[in-house]
C-alpha cells in the first residue's frame, strides 16, 4: 500500500504548494477583501462549504482554508487517511479555480471548456437523474494515446444517456473525432487544466446540498450522501502524475471508483482504483463498478437513439425536410380503439407521397401522425400522457428534432441524418417500440400510420384530431381538486431527496413541472407498487389551506416520518415540501404585501433581495420551509395557487419571461377569481424595477390588489 499512499501524498503535497502559492499571490495583487466566487450559485466555494461549513467570499478567507488542506493530509501510511489527502486536493483545486474568476474574470471563455456549473442547471438535471433517464455520471480525464478509443467511449456514454464530462486533452481529442460536445448533449468539457475536475466534484456536493438537505460542515454526511446517490465514476486517458493520483483520491473518498488505462499492478484496490488497459472494455467495467444499469435499446436505427439527444437542435441550413405548421397542416394524436380487431400491431405505413430521396433545397411536407393504441386496461385519460412523449421521444433520434404538440408542431431531419439512412419510418419504429416499452401495462397493441398527402392531413386534422382535442380540454377543464376522489403521492425524487413528497392535485402539479394528475394516475396502473399512490380524499381538517388527515397520513408514510403536516394550498401553513428541482420558487415580499415569483431560467436578482439560487438555496431537500416553496410554472394561474394566502392576486413580480408565457392563463384566472382584467399588466418585472421602492412605487401606480389585502403575515 504505501507505493500508492506516498503517490497521493507527494501529489497532494504539491497541490498544497501550488494552492498557498496561487492563494499569497492573489492576496498580494488584489488585497484580503478582494471578493471570491464561482458565478451563479448559492454555495460558496461548495466543497469547503459542504466539508467545513466555512463560507468563502472574499482572498483573506482562503489562507484559513489552506490550513484545512494542510490538516487533512497527514502522511499516515493507510489507505483511509491517503484518501483524505485526496479530499485536500480537491479543496486545493476548488481554490485554484476559484481564483481563476477573481476580479469579475470570464475564465473559460476562450478555453474550449465551460469551467464551473451553475446550479440552476444542477436542479434541471433532478428529474432525468431520478427518472434514470441519465443513468450516471462519467469523468474522462487525461490523454488517450489514440484519440478515436476515447471518442468512442465517450459516445458509448452518450447513446447509453450518461452525463459525460471531460477534463484535459481529451476535450479536443474528442471534439476532432465529432462527437457532438455540450450540455444539450450531454457531453460536457469543463477545462484543461487538471483542476478543472473541481467542476464535477462540486455538482456531486451541490446535489447533497441542494437536493439531499445536508448541513454545510457534515462531511461524513456529505461523504455517504455522495457515494450512496450520485452514481458517477472516474476514467483517466495516460499516464498521470502525482497530482492526477491525489485528485482520484479525492473522488475514490466521495465514493466515485476510479479506472486507470494503465496497470496498475499491486496498487489497485478492487471497487475502488481499477486497472482496464483494453479501452473495448471500459464502459462495460466503469458501469459494472458503480452498479449503473442501462436499459436494454427498444429501438435499432442507422443513427443513434438516445436521451443525450434530447436537446439537440437542427438548424435551418442542416435540415432536409421539415414537417413544420407554419408551412403545412400538421397533426399528431394518439387514440384509444375499444376492440383489438382495430389495431393492427407494429403495423406502419405511410399514406401520401414519400419524401424525395434526393434534394439540393429543404424540403417542406404536411404530416399526420396518427398512432391507434388497444389494450385492455387503456384509458381515455392516458392518450394525451402518451401523445405527449412524442416529443421525447422523435427528440432522442440523433439528428432529429421535435417540438410543439398537437397540430402545432415542427419536426426536422438534418442531412447527415437522411444520408445515414434516417427516413420516415423509422418514427413510425421509434412510436411502436417505445409505446410498448414504457406504456406496455396498458397498450397491448400499437399501429402508426403518417399521412403526408396535405388533403389528407387537413381531413384528418379537422374531423378527427380537432374533435378530440376539444373533448380532451373539456375533460381536463372538469378536472378540478373538487372534481376528484384521488390525489397522488409522487416520490420520484427521493432517491435525491429522501424525505420528499410531491402531492398531486388535478389543479397542482408536481413542482417539476413534469408530473400531471393525469401522469401519475397513469404512472399507478404502470406500476403498482411505483413511485405515484393514490390519496383518497378523505377527512378534509380545513378547505381555506386544503390540510386533509389522508394527505397527511400517506405523506408521513411516504417520508418515512420525516413530515407528518402538510397543506395543499397554503405557502405558510405546514406549506409541501420542495426537492430542488422546482421550475419555479415563490417567496414573500413582506413589504408588498405579497410574493415574488421567480423561475429557475431566470439569473438576475429579485426584489427579495435574493437571485433564484439564492432563493432555492433556502429550501429543498425534502425540507418544509414556511414562507418560501417550490412548485411548477403551471400551478401560477390556478386559482389554488397559494389559496390560503389569497391566491394568485398576491403576485407582484415575476420575470418577464415567465409572466409572459404564463399570461393568458393566470389573465383568465383573475378575470373569473377577481374581476380583475389584464392582471399581469399589475404585475412588476425585472425591466421596470428589482429593488423594494421600485417595485413598491409601481404596484402603487397600477393600485395592484395586494397592497390592499389581509396583511400576508
Ligand atoms: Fe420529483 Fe415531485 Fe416531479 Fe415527482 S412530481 S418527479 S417527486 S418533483
Ligand atoms: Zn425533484
Redesign the pocket.
Known sequence: MSGLTDLIYSGTDAVIGLTEGAVNDAIAAHGADEPIAFPDTAYFLPTIYAATGVKVTKLGDLPACVDVMKSLTTHEPEIGPALNAGLATAVGAEIIEALKYVGGANPYENEGGIGFVPDPIIRSLG?PL?TGDIPGVAVVLGKADDPADVAAIVRDYQDKGLLTTLVGDCIDQVAEQGVKMGLDYRVIPLGHDVTAVTHVVTIAIRAALIFGALEAGNLPALLEYTKERVPAFVNTFGTIGGVEVSAGAGAIALGFPVIVDFDLGDLAVPGALESETDHANTVAKSLALRNIKVKAKAVQLPVSFAAAFEGEIIRKKDCYVEFDSDHNPTVELVTMYDSPDDVEDRKVEIIGPAVPETSDELIRMPLATTVKVYGEKMQPDFESVIERKIHSWFNYIEGAMHTGQRNLFRIRISKASWEAGLRLEHFGEVLVSMILEEFGQVVDKVQVTFYTDRDLVQKFLDEVAMPRYRSRDDRLASLTDESVDEFYT????QSFAPS???V?TPERL???G??SWLDAKATKQLQDAG?SQPIPKEGCLDERTGRYTTVNEVVKEATHGAVENVTLYSLIEDPMTS?G??ECICGIMPEANGVVVVNREYAGMTPTGMTFGELASMTGGGVQTPGFMGHGRQFISSKKFIAAEGGPERIVWMPKELKDDVASRLNKTAKEAYGIDNFTDMICDETIATDSEGVLAFLEEKGHPALAMDPIM
Open positions: 428529474v431520478v409522487c416520490v420520484l425524487c420528499h413528497c410531491c398531486v408536481g413542482l417539476c413534469a408530473v413511485p426537492c428541482c422546482f
